[in-house]
């Protein structure tokens, strides 16, 4: 069957097309993830992405499928391991992947780093030390003196409540002097401060650009996930505030443009283990919490995530339950896909809040009767065994890391519990930006624009 590429059915019609190759082969579809395949007989695992394919299994099975593979399609293969014509480092979708004495390694493509910083200008910046602060975009330093502290936005607040009320036009204006009106109540727009100018169309589209590329290369930065989450919020309408908070992203990777994965040897673990945070009302302007969350297997982080909450919680123990019911699902899918590859783990989820937990361990909503009853979807979780809840420390939970901006020592240490660090110079593998540029140039001088 032909299909032209690019189209919808060429991609369905692609995934019919392996899937009945590696069926005839004798892997097992993945149920919860078709892209998955696994073959007990010879203990081999696949994973399909486009039309990139990732083998793990041991060497003489690698070879046939290898053989079972090329016998259908044109493949190049290359192979991870130590023996003679195999590779200590390769590239899977232009991560970097790594074979050292203590495990494996991955790593961003290096060059999303370098674009960023080039495309934001801050070749000869100097280095930050975190990735973002609530002060960067307000544009004043990292450490306010005492008078600024003190004229805080929660001061300024209570202030203007102090202020004498005459009438009830008085008790219902805003603090910028406007009437609120029931019928605009309910209006998702965020509200900004008179001096934070919009950006021109040409600086809106950059931003958005550099905003898509940190994005795409969060899930391997956890330590940039909560910065790069907020400039991504704004990136319909950005702003002056928006472009400070980017800048400083960019200037973060200055200091440090590699980020290392370290998947070190261990035994085959028996558990998924999860940990959430949520940082309550932590935007300013909507008052709306983020959600964090770490997925691990033994020693191996799997996951990092940091989403915006769609709701206004009321209480901390409202924006961790909703944290809980976003890393129960997350968790229990990765469950799900180790059980398409041979697995059947159980999962366990650790949460920092006792209010939390104390909500998950009984059955109803008791005195919270204003949570949304999707939220208590763990307690049927809990009850069915499916997921073991328990507490852990909130300094030592690393989820804490995508919920707020924090201090480099903060970082560090969550950093180095997931088995992660920087380090200096290039990977031998890494293509460098000089070469992706000379390949456009000469693309583009060739008539192919």
Known sequence: ????????????????????????????????????????????????HGDDFVAVGPDQQLADVSKTLSEKYKIKVEQLGRKEGQK??????????????????????????EL??????????????????????KGRSEEPDAKTEARSRATRARMKVEEPVDAIDDAKRSAKGEIWKPENGQSDEVAHDDDDEELAPELARMYRGVAARLNYISPDRPDLGFSVKESARNMSKPRASDMRKLKKIGKYQIGKPRLVMRFPWQELPDRVVAFTDSDWAGCGRTAKSTSGGVICFGEHVLKTYCKQQKVIALSSAEAELYAMVAASAEALAMAAYARDLGLNPSVEMYCDSAAALGITNRAGIGKVRHLRTQGLWVQEVRASGRIVYRKVLGEKNPADLLTKYLTAE??????????????DGRAESAPTLNTVESYIQTWTEDGVN
């Not at 069957?1 to 690019?6: F, I, L, N, P, R």
């Not at 100097?126 to 602060?133: E, I």
């Open 116 to 137: 960023v910083i080039k495309e934001l200008g801050l070749d000869s910046a100097k280095p930050s030390s975190t990735p973002g602060s609530k002060n960067e975009a």
């Open 1 to 48: 069957m032909m299909s032209m590429y690019g189209t919808r059915d060429a991609a369905l019609n692609w995934a019919l097309e392996y899937g009945g190759t590696l069926r005839a082969a004798g892997y097992e579809q993945g149920k919860a993830n078709p892209c998955l395949g696994y073959n007990k007989k010879i203990d081999v695992a696949i994973m399909v």
């Open 410 to 423: 903060v970082i560090e240490r969550h950093v180095e519990t997931m088995n992660m660090g920087w380090s």
């Open 88 to 113: 200590s480092e390769v590239r899977i979708l232009n991560k970097v992947v790594r074979r050292t004495s203590e495990g494996l390694e991955l790593e961003a493509d290096p060059r999303h780093a």
